[in-house]
């Protein structure tokens, strides 16, 4: 029982919220609380991975730069998992940014004493590698969205997943921000806001998305968002 209140305390990250005691004791003197700032650039391409961040109620995306000079989100982590996830395949570098897109806090752990811990082969090493098959999913499953769904579609499932990340309604993103993460021009991504809005979903305004009805979303939404989820719950890391 002082362990959970502990956890209440410190994180609400499932990873670490699943470990048991002694594993979670051990961690503990390495793990470091740490404030995200909207924006803030976790890793840049090509970068050394140093650090893991396992998010509380922040939000990362992994952004792809096309050569064209165009970005697009492949990806994205909260509270379900772990930043810099590829570290323990022993590849210590990423062709994308991890960006902060919804600010709040994480805990931050040095490579090193993760690896040390994973290496164990105990709950974090299963733990970690249930993550990265449910991460494995929600890209696979971006990739498809992407190249088959309606941006209307597309948009429900991309505010549905920041909803569940932030565990808020209200979301701080503007229209050409939303475009830049669904890789669509921006005119359109203001379209289907405005039928949206019209439909009593959501409310936007300068920047600022407000959900109404997440059921009636949910139900607009392609069946990305149902599929990814289902996953993460059913390896007991979901919303």
Known sequence: MLRHRKLALLSENRILASLPDSDYQRLLPDLKPVSLQLGDILYAADETIRYVYFPIKSVV???????????IEVGMVGSEGMTGICIIAGIKTLPYQSVVQGADGAM?????????????????HHLLLQYMHGLFIQVA?????????????RFCRWLLMIRDRTSSDELYLTHEFIASMLGARRSDVT??????????LIRYSRGHVSVLDSQRLMATACDCYRISKAEFNRIGLGY
């Open 61 to 71: 995306s992994f952004i792809w730069n096309t050569a064209n000079d165009s970005t």
């Open 141 to 153: 499953r971006t990739a498809v969205c992407n190249r088959i769904h309606p941006i209307q579609e």
């Open 191 to 200: 379209l289907a806001a405005g039928l949206l809005q019209k439909a009593g």
């Open 108 to 124: 931050k752990i040095k490579t090193t004493a993760l690896m040390t811990e994973f290496n164990r082969h105990g709950a974090l």
